[in-house]
């Protein structure tokens, strides 16, 4: 290529350049005294965040100052770096730039003394790569004192507007592109070059699909096997990745070796909770993964959730807290689940307990969505302790919303509230709370300025919904009060509350219905997996009956507790006990167990519970008599009894005794599951 030709190409190149104007004032800085302030200036970034632009630059302002200076590609090199920059180095030469050093050995092996010491004096050296810099190079003052390092991100919004435009995309046009790339360079030009492709002049999803492939082609290139790719998928997918995860998300692997792989990528960072990919990394590698793979990146999203709703079950606090975003990062695409992911833990926007003052409003804000009379209703529950309150703020630390919840009770309720009696009838007529069971009720549920409806509303309600599902132990339901007609019924629907049969109640003349959900018919793991698999655009949630768990009083419960004593040996007439739809075997098998499953894990859980007896010396005897008439059943209990050596009524009052105890620890496992300690 002629001068002339590399002179027109450079001054394109610097034409169509957008923004790095803090970098290129770095450089020229350095250029404008006699010796620059550091010998080696270390441009990184992901694939395609513009180093190549960058140093381009860098080379047409050395060339504009009348500096010497020398570009060289990486990738086209032949040799070993050291040497050839030792005899490029000329006399005169001030500025060597090496773009593309991912492709070079490490950069401690040869970015070393002895490079700089070949070096002519004043000379600087501009190096380019993906990769952080060497741990060396943080460590050792000497070397802080001669490199700067220059880390490289993507374009702000106004600088992508500007870069498309250039490219020759109307503002009309640029919405769908700058959505996508969020600033990316590469990702910015490919995706407004698809656009004036369309005929239309739009980036639909054809194009998207095409500038994906390609960008998710750049940032990975080769990987070392299919256990790395499916690592690589994972992170992606999750809000942060550990070890812990791996092991659970890419079963047979070694997850010590992943995670290192992992964090070795330049385009993945280590942050407090565990690795984190670049935002465009992230969305570009999951996007590619839907489209190429659709089963695959279902079959991770299921692994993935499972291991968060095992961590919800066993964690407590903070902890729990944060298992619950990352169980929501995993479908933060879904409209009603993104308000929740723009809090984050230290988030002054996050919910939390009243402050001074905030009672009032409260107040303030009943009457003037629901009326004087609820108004009333809102101050004496409040004044009386019995509503529990979440108060959500916006970034100014204004109320923007809030929850109040009552707790109900079989015994008892807010008698004077037509909610808690309402909700308490329904109860009583569909499915009664059991002896130490309560419900939730949330009374009172708004939004400052648009009441029951609206995005900011619905992230309020998932929000105050899941604080409930996350309690140890959780609700038997969990009932709304919503405003008649209702203004977010299909929102409501499509969370799994549906509207109770029933006529609702009124406050000072104003209708209201109840929505709700059995936790004890599809317990909290169930409808988080539900509420998952149904997508952003799915209908309401709604699992086969016959799939749902039951929900039995103590009595129905310990009927069917003696019936399968005595089918236990049979697994073929165990099909039919009401015990496989309970939570206890519900919990034991996951959720889509058949019916094999459930019968082997009611069987276990029968064996377990009576071989708590045989661990304490006066309630051996209790076992032994359960033994030898189910477990391992003597043909009549009366040779049952011989066998054991006991008269006929001593032998029965030990089998009674012995079931009693049984049905009573199964009981409080069915109601009552065991909490489980903060993972540390």
Known sequence: MSSRQTGRLGLERHRMLVGREEERRLLEEALAGGEPPFAVLYVFGIGGCGKTALLREFA????????????????????????????????????????????????QEWVDEDLLLGLQEGLLLVLSGRSPPPAEWLADPGWRSLVRLLPLGNLGEQESRELLARRGLHPRQQRGVLGFARGHPLALSLAADAALRNPLGRFGPEEEIEVVGTLAGHLVGELPGPEHREALEVCALSRHTTESLLARAVPGAEPGELFGWLRGLSFVRPGPLGLVPHPTAREVLA???????????????????????????????????????????????????????????????SAGPPRPGDSARLEKAVERHEGPASGRLARRLLSRGSLEVAIYRDPAGRPAGFAASLRLRRAGGEERDPAALAALRHLEGRGPLRTGEEAALLRFWMARSSYQSGPALRGILLDAVLRHVLDAPPPACTLLVVADPPRSGRALDRLGFPRLPGEGFAVGGRRYALYGHDWRTVPPGDWLDLLAERGPAGEALAGPAGERPAVLEREEFASAVREALKNHARPGALASSPLLRSRLVAR????????????????????????????????????????????????????????????????????????????DLLWRQETHPPAKPDRK
Do not use: K, M
């Open 588 to 663: 034991r098998t996951g959720g889509g167990s058949g019916e094999r499953e459930r019968v082997a894990a009611l069987r276990a859980l029968l064996e377990e519970a009576a071989e708590t007896l045989r661990q304490h010396p006066r309630d051996a005897r209790l076992y032994r008599a359960l033994h030898h008439t189910y477990f391992r059943p003597a043909p009549t209990q009366e040779q049952a009894a011989r066998l054991l050596g006991l008269p006929f009524s001593t032998y029965r009052r030990h089998l009674r005794a012995g079931i009693e105890n049984v049905t």
């Open 287 to 349: 996007a590619d993964l839907r489209w190429r793979d659709p089963d695959r990146h279902a079959r991770l999203l299921r692994r993935v959730r499972r291991y968060h709703v095992a961590r919800l079950g066993e964690s407590r606090g903070a902890e729990r807290q944060r298992a619950l975003l990352d169980y929501l990062f995993l479908h933060r695409e879904d409209p009603e689940v993104r308000p929740l992911l723009g809090r984050g833990e230290a988030d002054g926007a």
């Open 60 to 107: 047409y302002l050395c060339e504009e100052a009348g500096t010497r200076a020398l570009y060289l590609d990486a990738h086209r090199l032949t040799e070993p770096p050291l040497p050839l920059l030792l005899e490029r180095a000329r006399p005169g030469r001030r500025v060597i730039l090496l773009d593309g050093c991912e492709r070079l050995p490490p950069l």
